[in-house]
């Protein structure tokens, strides 16, 4: 059974990215796949002068990547970018040098924004980043959410028809990619 790593771009408890994220589990058709939280709040900013005693935030962070057989990563935007908190997190990730944990990890990655294209410029450089780390990357679907918080119940259900087809299909291609591309265990 695979398991993939959802991380959320976002530091922010009440982020919209967390609020998408936290759905996509219970969109999954295939129940032969589990799903684990990868948080990256905590992680304080990488700095190379700590190789060799790294704080044990950052050696767990990488050890729960390194434990999953894929990633799914749903980022806001930032000044036309990806957060500072998740550029730090691939930073810890890729560290030290020729142990990166995301190299062979296939990732997929969407995001959400009150605008519609509101992720589009932090999703290509993420893509430029995790190709740089040698990670299968899924291309298709793009997948730009347009989150509008009246689609999402009160118990953080999404209650939106057109919005569930929309991230059951990103969530299903995800699981999907990761199958194709994750290392076969023997």
Do not use: C
């Not at 990488?62 to 730090?88: C, F, H, M, W």
Request: charged share 15%; net charge negative; proline share 6%.
């Amino acid at each position: 059974m695979p398991k993939i790593g959802i991380l959320v771009g976002s530091v922010a408890d009440a982020s919209i990215n967390r609020v998408v994220a936290n759905v996509l589990p219970s969109l999954v058709t295939d129940e032969d796949v589990s799903f684990e939280f990868i948080d990256i709040k905590d992680l304080p900013v990488y700095n190379y002068e700590l190789d060799g005693n790294w704080p044990q935030v950052a050696t767990d962070f990488k050890n729960q990547v390194e434990g999953v057989d894929g990633v799914i990563i749903v980022t806001p935007e930032y000044s036309r970018s990806i957060p500072g908190a998740l550029k730090n997190a691939l930073d810890w990730a890729s560290r030290p040098w020729g142990q990166n944990s995301f190299t062979g990890k296939p990732t997929a990655i969407m995001g959400a924004s009150i605008s519609t294209v509101g992720t589009a410029a932090a999703q290509q450089h993420l893509r430029a980043i995790l190709g740089h780390f040698n990670s299968p990357t899924m291309g298709q679907p793009e997948t730009f959410f347009h989150f509008a918080a009246d689609s999402f119940g009160q118990d953080g259900s999404l209650q939106d028809e057109n919005q569930r087809a929309v991230l059951s299909n990103f969530v299903n291609a995800a699981v999907a990619h990761v199958n194709q591309f994750a290392p076969v265990s023997v």
